[in-house]
């Protein structure tokens, strides 16, 4: 048993049911805290009668009472948690009176950990910061990590995965200075987790893998499977399908092998939800109803919703509506009671797809009404949790800037003291051999003179030390001035991930009426033809005519009506996409059969939409041009852009029959001093000035509808400035043809 924190125990209590989306974390966080105490049964029972007697029938108060009562506290902390409050608080009183330090930190740390499973975390954390401040006060590193990682549990816990990932990067440097092995292999695990959970995959994989092969090493199997587990939802966020199944599989056989099926449901839920995200509902099916029989056998009501959802979605792959509608409302009533809002939301998204499917419309769009609710309340809580998260990363940036500033200027004052010592004791120097000059100046010239060289020197001295320090404080200013440079690009690209989050929300919030507007004018077109086909065929003369005149009024409304709808859901799609931050990697490529490669691309695919089309390419090549760092997927979306635009304005020119020299592309590539340029020439059609001017921005189009959703451009400048540091212009004359000139970093 670790004296500075309770040990880890070998199961999850049902009391961690949540959600299943979280479960994969909370196995982690549950097993490298050293939270959980064994599970209640007979043996139990008989040791703490046992430590009772011992308690009532020897009253001395020292330290075999308090490690009596510490046993006593792990005996109780799963069946009886106020009374192990209670007597924890005993604990700390003695251990304060005895002035035994050990003791006291480890009666904080049991405090805290029974108030986290209440929960109560605000007293949680402080206990565990009294407990982490009396360690490093000690400077003892071991129980210091302990505590950085009960402090890092309780931030997990609340979803400050900002905030868990630096006390948990603080415990792991402390541990790394001790020989705790299992203490450096816990951290690690709840790190690499976090990372994960933070998207940061490639910090997440190395620091899995070394706390797995530790694991094994210890024969920690509770380590071993939790690990397992994110290393397989950090392969199923990544869709690396066959890496995620096979950590899942292991998972569960590490589970089995020891009987916990509370665990092992957590692995069965990853392994159906792998299967649904790749198609195979059959697959997904045989999962889930074994998660569901581990529910039963567990008497996990909590997670019983969950479980529901993830067998209606993989009947509704299957064209199973009915089914869908039953597991779907019943976990909808089960949401209800634990009040989860993600639970909700997705059985409401089922219900309303499931109606669809049967062509049920009106209860569809009640249900997707609901949804659209169930979602604004989601997502303020996801703003509401990353505010909280990029406050906490701002303070902590500003805090470690201001140490900065501070540990500079103290040296610069430092500095500072010690040429005025200097300067004086140079003053009291030339001051004595002035006095010593007025004495001797009769006898000794020659002295004089001597004298004088050595102030000479020393005013010299002065007078470098005056520009060292000049010198030192303009390099500090131009410091500040880069910091606050600094400071201001990265507020500026909060501001642009800000508005790229609200974007692609507007955009997903329009995507369900949009299409509901898209489905009912086709449906409505349909009935106006079943009606002409039909019943119209029955109406007097009299009236028919007047009725073909209403219905090819209707019928011309609902074109029109799905002419837009189509408009606007390309332009949707389109804000998607421009809202969305490109993940690519730079690569050294060469630019010369990039721009090749996708100019023929583009060509070809125009010629495929019009086979009349023709126009002579020309391509001006740089032989000696280097291998340029860049994001190709990016830039070839970009190239295609430009091509296909060029192409549009000859074609233009063919179909208005404009006089001139026959349709020609040419693409230029150049060296320059630091930078790549590649400018696109054509002879179309041109724009005006004001067209040009308002070209970059988003939605802006001269194409006819339906054909342009006016975000190309806006995408492309972005790529190039923002994503590249290079720079976009177009320069165009009506009739005269356009250039599109980018400029690339080398």
Same mark, same amino acid.
């Given at each position: 048993m670790n004296q500075g924190l309770p040990s880890a125990c070998t199961s999850l209590p049902s009391w961690l049911g949540l959600p299943f989306r979280r479960i994969g974390w909370l196995l982690v966080l549950g097993l490298v805290a050293g939270l959980l105490v064994p599970r209640p049964g007979c043996a139990q029972s008989r040791t703490a009668d046992s430590l009772r007697h011992l308690l009532q029938t020897n009253r001395q108060f020292d330290t075999l009472r308090v490690k009596r009562l510490h046993e006593l506290v792990m005996e109780l902390a799963a069946v009886n948690a106020p009374q192990a409050l209670r007597l924890s608080h005993q604990a700390l009183r003695l251990s304060q009176q005895l002035a035994d330090t050990p003791s006291i930190g480890r009666s904080l740390l049991w405090l805290s950990i029974l108030q986290r499973r209440l929960p109560n975390y605000d007293s949680a954390r402080h206990y565990t910061l009294l407990a982490q401040q009396l360690y490093a006060r000690r400077r003892d590193r071991p129980r210091e990590a302990r505590a950085c990682l009960e402090l890092s549990l309780i931030d997990a816990q609340q979803t400050n995965l900002t905030a868990a990932l630096t006390w948990g990067l603080r415990g792991l440097r402390l541990a790394e200075?001790?020989?705790?092995?299992?203490?450096?292999?816990?951290?690690?695990?709840?790190?690499?987790?976090?990372?994960?959970?933070?998207?940061?995959? #490639?910090?997440?994989?190395?620091?899995? =893998?070394?706390?797995?092969r530790d694991g094994h090493r210890l024969g920690d199997e509770q380590v071993v499977a939790a690990v397992l587990n994110s290393l397989g939802s950090v392969h199923q966020r990544l869709r690396n399908w066959p890496e995620a199944l096979r950590y899942f599989r292991r998972a569960v056989a590490v589970c089995r092998r020891m009987g916990d099926m509370q665990n092992q449901l957590a692995n069965e839920i990853g392994l159906a939800e792998v299967y649904i995200e790749q198609g195979q509902p059959v697959r997904a099916l045989l999962h889930g109803r074994l998660a569901r029989d581990l529910i039963r056998s567990t008497q996990d009501d909590f997670n019983q919703p969950s479980v529901e959802l993830l067998l209606a979605r993989a009947f509704l792959l299957l064209h199973h509506p009915d089914s869908t509608l039953m597991l779907a409302s019943h976990a909808r009533e089960l949401s209800r009671k634990?009040?989860?809002?993600?639970?909700?939301?997705?059985?409401?998204?089922?219900?309303?797809?499931?109606?669809?499917?049967?062509?049920?419309?009106p209860a569809a769009y009640q249900q997707q009404r609901l949804f659209s609710a169930y979602q604004d309340t989601l997502a303020g809580e996801a703003t509401q949790r990353k505010t909280s998260a990029l406050r906490y990363g701002y303070e902590l940036d500003q805090k470690e800037t201001q140490i900065a500033l501070l540990t500079k200027t103290r040296q610069l004052q430092a500095q500072k003291s010690a040429r005025q010592r200097l300067q004086l004791y140079a003053l009291l120097?030339?001051?004595?051999?002035?006095?010593?000059?007025?004495?001797?100046?009769?006898?000794?010239?020659?002295?004089?003179?001597?004298?004088?060289?050595?102030?000479?020197?020393?005013?010299?001295?002065? #007078?470098?030390?005056?520009?060292?320090?000049?010198?030192?404080?303009?390099?500090?200013?131009?410091?500040?001035?880069?910091?606050?440079?600094?400071?201001?690009?990265?507020?500026?690209?909060?501001k642009m991930a800000s508005l790229g989050e609200l974007t692609a929300g507007i955009a997903h919030e329009i995507q369900n009426p949009l299409n509901f507007v898209n489905n009912f004018s086709e449906v409505s077109t349909e009935l106006v033809e079943e009606f002409m086909e039909g019943p119209w065929q029955q109406l007097p003369e009299a009236e028919k005519a007047y009725a073909t005149e209403l219905l090819a009024t209707l019928t011309d409304n609902l074109h029109k009506i799905s002419q837009h709808g189509h408009r606007a859901?390309?332009?949707?799609?389109?804000?998607?996409?421009?809202?969305?931050?490109? #993940?690519?990697?730079?690569?050294?490529?060469?630019?010369?059969?990039?721009?090749?490669?996708?100019?023929?691309?583009?060509?070809?695919?125009?010629?495929?939409? =019009?086979?009349?089309?023709?126009?002579?390419?020309?391509?001006?090549?740089?032989?000696?041009?280097p291998a340029v760092r860049l994001v190709p997927q990016d830039i070839g979306r970009v190239l295609l852009n430009l091509f296909a635009n060029a192409f549009y304005a000859l074609a233009q020119r063919r179909n208005q029959g404009l006089p001139g020299s026959s349709l020609k592309l040419e693409v230029h590539i150049s060296l320059l001093a630091r930078q790549v340029q590649i400018r696109v020439l054509d002879n179309g059609i041109g724009m005006s000035e004001e067209t040009r001017q308002k070209a970059l921005l988003p939605f802006f189009t001269t194409k006819p509808p339906g054909e342009g959703t006016g975000l190309g451009l806006s995408l492309s400048y972005d790529i190039i400035v923002q994503g590249h540091g290079g720079t976009l212009s177009i320069s165009s004359q009506p009739g005269g043809g356009t250039e599109v000139t980018i400029r690339l970093p080398r």
């Amino acid at each position: 048993m670790n004296q500075g924190l309770p040990s880890a125990c070998t199961s999850l209590p049902s009391w961690l049911g949540l959600p299943f989306r979280r479960i994969g974390w909370l196995l982690v966080l549950g097993l490298v805290a050293g939270l959980l105490v064994p599970r209640p049964g007979c043996a139990q029972s008989r040791t703490a009668d046992s430590l009772r007697h011992l308690l009532q029938t020897n009253r001395q108060f020292d330290t075999l009472r308090v490690k009596r009562l510490h046993e006593l506290v792990m005996e109780l902390a799963a069946v009886n948690a106020p009374q192990a409050l209670r007597l924890s608080h005993q604990a700390l009183r003695l251990s304060q009176q005895l002035a035994d330090t050990p003791s006291i930190g480890r009666s904080l740390l049991w405090l805290s950990i029974l108030q986290r499973r209440l929960p109560n975390y605000d007293s949680a954390r402080h206990y565990t910061l009294l407990a982490q401040q009396l360690y490093a006060r000690r400077r003892d590193r071991p129980r210091e990590a302990r505590a950085c990682l009960e402090l890092s549990l309780i931030d997990a816990q609340q979803t400050n995965l900002t905030a868990a990932l630096t006390w948990g990067l603080r415990g792991l440097r402390l541990a790394e200075q001790t020989t705790d092995r299992a203490v450096q292999t816990q951290l690690r695990a709840i790190v690499g987790d976090t990372y994960g959970k933070l998207g940061d995959y #490639a910090s997440a994989l190395p620091i899995l =893998d070394r706390a797995l092969r530790d694991g094994h090493r210890l024969g920690d199997e509770q380590v071993v499977a939790a690990v397992l587990n994110s290393l397989g939802s950090v392969h199923q966020r990544l869709r690396n399908w066959p890496e995620a199944l096979r950590y899942f599989r292991r998972a569960v056989a590490v589970c089995r092998r020891m009987g916990d099926m509370q665990n092992q449901l957590a692995n069965e839920i990853g392994l159906a939800e792998v299967y649904i995200e790749q198609g195979q509902p059959v697959r997904a099916l045989l999962h889930g109803r074994l998660a569901r029989d581990l529910i039963r056998s567990t008497q996990d009501d909590f997670n019983q919703p969950s479980v529901e959802l993830l067998l209606a979605r993989a009947f509704l792959l299957l064209h199973h509506p009915d089914s869908t509608l039953m597991l779907a409302s019943h976990a909808r009533e089960l949401s209800r009671k634990t009040r989860s809002n993600g639970n909700l939301a997705a059985a409401t998204e089922l219900l309303a797809k499931a109606y669809a499917e049967l062509n049920n419309y009106p209860a569809a769009y009640q249900q997707q009404r609901l949804f659209s609710a169930y979602q604004d309340t989601l997502a303020g809580e996801a703003t509401q949790r990353k505010t909280s998260a990029l406050r906490y990363g701002y303070e902590l940036d500003q805090k470690e800037t201001q140490i900065a500033l501070l540990t500079k200027t103290r040296q610069l004052q430092a500095q500072k003291s010690a040429r005025q010592r200097l300067q004086l004791y140079a003053l009291l120097a030339g001051f004595a051999a002035l006095v010593l000059v007025i004495g001797l100046l009769g006898r000794n010239v020659h002295l004089k003179q001597r004298i004088n060289r050595h102030l000479n020197a020393q005013n010299a001295q002065v #007078a470098r030390q005056r520009d060292d320090l000049t010198k030192a404080l303009a390099d500090l200013t131009q410091a500040l001035d880069r910091l606050k440079s600094t400071q201001n690009q990265l507020i500026q690209r909060e501001k642009m991930a800000s508005l790229g989050e609200l974007t692609a929300g507007i955009a997903h919030e329009i995507q369900n009426p949009l299409n509901f507007v898209n489905n009912f004018s086709e449906v409505s077109t349909e009935l106006v033809e079943e009606f002409m086909e039909g019943p119209w065929q029955q109406l007097p003369e009299a009236e028919k005519a007047y009725a073909t005149e209403l219905l090819a009024t209707l019928t011309d409304n609902l074109h029109k009506i799905s002419q837009h709808g189509h408009r606007a859901d390309s332009i949707v799609k389109g804000m998607l996409q421009h809202s969305q931050a490109s #993940a690519g990697v730079f690569e050294a490529v060469n630019l010369n059969t990039l721009v090749t490669d996708h100019l023929t691309m583009a060509y070809q695919l125009f010629r495929s939409k =019009d086979p009349s089309f023709n126009a002579t390419l020309i391509t001006d090549l740089s032989p000696q041009l280097p291998a340029v760092r860049l994001v190709p997927q990016d830039i070839g979306r970009v190239l295609l852009n430009l091509f296909a635009n060029a192409f549009y304005a000859l074609a233009q020119r063919r179909n208005q029959g404009l006089p001139g020299s026959s349709l020609k592309l040419e693409v230029h590539i150049s060296l320059l001093a630091r930078q790549v340029q590649i400018r696109v020439l054509d002879n179309g059609i041109g724009m005006s000035e004001e067209t040009r001017q308002k070209a970059l921005l988003p939605f802006f189009t001269t194409k006819p509808p339906g054909e342009g959703t006016g975000l190309g451009l806006s995408l492309s400048y972005d790529i190039i400035v923002q994503g590249h540091g290079g720079t976009l212009s177009i320069s165009s004359q009506p009739g005269g043809g356009t250039e599109v000139t980018i400029r690339l970093p080398r």
